[in-house]
């Protein structure tokens, strides 16, 4: 599990955009308070795809990750970019 937070001035639009981003790599998001969610990832494969979405993708310049939670990791080395989806 992964905790992000937006800034406080980042429009509620960009908030669910990636959101959307998220859910569609297979992640449940959950609004854990007004500008953090709760990325929870149930395969190994999704999480480790979220993880380099939060990483190495532009929702890097929108939010931070503030914590994880089991086999998630805070850093950036730990999720190297998957295998194309083809």
């Keep these: 599990m992964f905790e992000i937070e937006f800034p406080e001035h980042l429009p509620e639009q960009k908030r ?7 859910r569609d790599a297979g992640a449940t998001v959950e609004e854990a308070a007004d500008d953090r969610r709760r990325v929870v990832c149930e395969e190994p494969k999704v999480h ?10 532009a929702i890097a310049k929108y939010c931070r990750v503030v914590a994880t939670e089991g086999a998630a990791q805070a850093q950036a080395s730990a999720y190297p970019k998957p295998p194309s989806r083809r």
Excluded: A, C, E, P
């Excluded at 480790?48 to 993708?57: A, N, R």
């Design 16 to 22: 669910r955009y990636w959101s959307d981003q998220l």
């Design 48 to 57: 480790h795809h979220v993880g380099w979405i939060l990483f190495h993708t």
